[in-house]
Every structure is written in structure tokens, then in C-alpha cells.
């Protein structure tokens, strides 16, 4: 698989993210996926970002850079939204917030299979605490 495959499938499953079409997901993630070292296969993937989704309604996920060395891809997404309630263990309640996460994948078989994430969380407190 080249890089430029590699990024196909890779703006793919984040189209896929942002439409919230979980019924898709495993076309991009694989059944034994894993996350920052531990094992969650497909399943619990799918609920992880099911509940990233209820706790921030409005979630897009916007690619600022795009690194593939396959199998690898890593990227920096950036995220403009507005949780509601506690998020990263921060009360942000509703407060509008930009952040953003240094994700690393590693592929197998065409999908995702490691996912090592790195979320800005230090950028969200320096917000809440500007209020």
C-alpha cells in the first residue's frame, strides 16, 4: 500500500467519523483494534466515539496535517466545539473550546489496528480558566 492509499483510506475514515455512520466503521477500523495500549477491538472503538459524540454534539473532526509512512499515518486534528457538561475531567459546561489531539495509526489489512492519541488537554484548561 503507498502513502497516497494510505491517505485515501485515512481521509475516508475520518469522513466517516464526522458523518457518525458507525455502520461504516469497520470498513476502516480493524475487529482487534487497540488504543493507547490497550486492547478494545472494533466494539469498544465504536462506543468510545459514540461517547465523544453525546459529549461534544457538535464534534468535527479537521485534519491540519498528514503524515503516511505505511503502514503508518500520523496526523493532527484540530477540534473547534462546544462539550457540554465534563470533558477530560475539566467542567468546560458548554463553553466553546479549540484543542487539539497528535494521533498515530498503524495499519493492518487495510484498517486501523493501533491508535496511540495525544489530546492537547493543557490548551482546554488555559481556556476554562480565561473565563
Known amino acids: ?6 491517505s485515501e483510506i485515512y481521509r475516508g475514515y475520518i469522513d466517516c467519523l464526522n458523518r457518525q455512520d458507525w455502520s461504516g466503521l469497520g470498513d ?3 475487529d482487534d483494534a487497540r ?3 490497550g486492547y478494545i477491538g472494533l466494539s469498544g472503538y465504536r462506543k468510545m466515539l459514540e461517547a465523544d459524540f453525546r459529549a461534544i454534539p457538535d464534534l468535527h473532526f479537521n485534519i491540519a496535517f498528514l503524515v503516511c509512512e ?12 462546544t462539550p457540554k457538561g465534563i470533558l ?7 463553553k466553546r ?3 487539539a489531539e497528535n494521533v498515530f495509526y498503524e495499519f493492518s489489512e487495510g ?3 493501533d491508535v496511540r492519541s495525544i489530546i492537547d488537554k493543557a490548551a ?8
Open 1 to 6: 500500500m503507498s502513502g497516497a492509499d494510505l
Open 28 to 30: 476502516f477500523v480493524h
Open 35 to 37: 488504543y493507547n495500549g
Open 70 to 81: 505505511p503502514p503508518r499515518v500520523a496526523s493532527r486534528l484540530l477540534f473547534d466545539c
Open 88 to 94: 477530560f475531567e475539566m467542567p468546560v459546561n458548554g
Open 97 to 99: 473550546i479549540q484543542f
Open 111 to 113: 484498517r486501523i489496528h
Open 124 to 131: 482546554i484548561a488555559a481556556q476554562l480558566a480565561a473565563v
